[in-house]
């Protein structure tokens, strides 16, 4: 059997007529930036995840930087995040010319809530949260942090979509929560797009405004802004992928239960998830001591597995300019070498997640 880390027309086959529906509906409707679907899509979003509003973007990665933006986080000010992340939440802070305070992770790869306070200084704005790989980081008590300093709490949820943690979804705990629809992501979209969301009016007619060229009325520019927005087409598609929320977030569980009770290999670390917290199984990330030779067994069996990440932000050339070396970040450093993530993606079969954990445990 040959199986994919990740196979993306899967998702799109399981509802292809009413993707294919939506995608012309739209074509035919003569309008394809910022109309009804975009509108539809940013009511719904909101609904879904609590929240009073949304604004559709570009990216998630636009969603970080128009967050930080909209906060005046800028020059001069340092950002709490963690240092086991996917690169663009790092980005997020340092477009804006804020300086990036990294902090490792806890045992569910996510920050640390306990070794938060010592990075703080008098120039810390903020702490970004990132839940990482599906599962809601420790956020009653990142929060608790955050108010204490009198901190912006910002969530990454790029990964998160419907997580929660004691009840409450993740990007609904922060001043503002900032989403992907890259097409991997839980809610994926068929290119990409992203969003923020707040309770906050005024954060969230900033980053209308911020969006759209920063304007509200047409040709008037009040403030310096980008173009980003989430085009009707791919609202469209989201609209549909959204309405199939509670399904796949069911298939992903299932699956991934099927994976945590089949496996059975000492070489092996397998995920937990945190007391009161929720995982939506964006990824499903086991450890190994002996990476190499296992992900080239896989290989051999047909299974192609990946890393989220190989090369933390604090080693990655783009940042060499921050100064870090290896051994600064030694959990971070050492879940780079020892991750994998499995095969899990909308649509994967019963049988080949058991092919998987049949050659697992032979291994
Ligand atoms: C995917 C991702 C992003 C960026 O999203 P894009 O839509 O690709 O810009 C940001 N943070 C995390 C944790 C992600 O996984």
């Known amino acids: 059997m040959k199986i994919n880390a990740n196979q993306l027309d899967r998702g799109y086959f399981k509802y292809k007529d009413e993707y294919d529906k939506a995608a012309i509906q739209t074509l035919e409707s003569g309008w394809y930036i910022m109309g009804k679907q975009g509108e539809k899509f940013e009511e719904e979003f909101a609904n879904f995840i609590g929240a009073e509003y949304c604004v559709g973007l570009n990216s998630g990665l636009d969603a970080l930087i128009l967050a930080f933006r909209a906060l005046g986080v800028g020059k001069g000010d340092e950002v709490i995040v963690p240092a086991n992340t996917y690169i663009a939440s790092v980005i997020g802070i340092t477009e804006n010319g804020a300086t990036p305070v990294f902090v490792e992770p806890d045992e569910f790869y996510n ?50 979509h419907g997580a929660k943690h004691q009840e409450m979804m993740t990007g609904t705990w922060g001043d503002i929560g900032c989403f992907s629809f890259y097409p991997t992501k839980n809610v994926g979209a068929f290119g990409d797009g992203g969003a923020v969301i707040t309770n906050n009016k005024e954060i969230c007619d900033k980053i209308r405004m911020l969006r759209n060229y920063g304007s509200k009325i047409k040709y008037q520019n009040e403030i310096l802004g980008v173009n980003s927005r989430l085009d009707e087409i791919q609202a469209a598609l989201l609209l549909v992928k959204l309405s199939h929320y509670e399904e796949l977030r069911e298939e992903r569980a299932r699956m991934a239960d099927k994976y945590l009770d089949g496996i059975n290999n000492s070489k092996l670390e397998l995920p937990t998830v945190r007391e009161n917290a929720e995982s939506v199984w964006h990824l499903f990330v086991i450890r190994t001591n002996e990476r190499d030779r296992f992900q080239k067994y896989m290989d051999e069996h047909g299974v192609n597995t990946q890393i989220h990440y190989p090369i933390p932000p604090h080693l990655s050339n783009a940042y060499k300019y921050l100064g870090f070396k290896k051994g600064d970040f030694p959990i971070t450093e050492n879940y780079a070498d020892t991750l994998v993530s499995l095969p899990l993606f909308d649509g994967i079969s019963d049988e080949e997640i058991q092919y998987v954990i049949d050659i697992i445990n032979e291994y």
Do not use: F, P
Not at 118 to 127: F, G, L, R, V, Y
Not at 132 to 149: D, M, P, T
């Open 111 to 160: 920050l640390d809530a306990n070794k938060i306070e010592e990075k703080i200084s008098d120039k810390t704005k903020a702490i970004l949260v990132v839940h990482l790989y599906g599962q809601a980081a420790n956020l009653s008590a990142i929060k608790q942090i955050s108010e204490k300093y009198n901190l912006y709490l910002v969530e990454d949820c790029a990964q998160s």
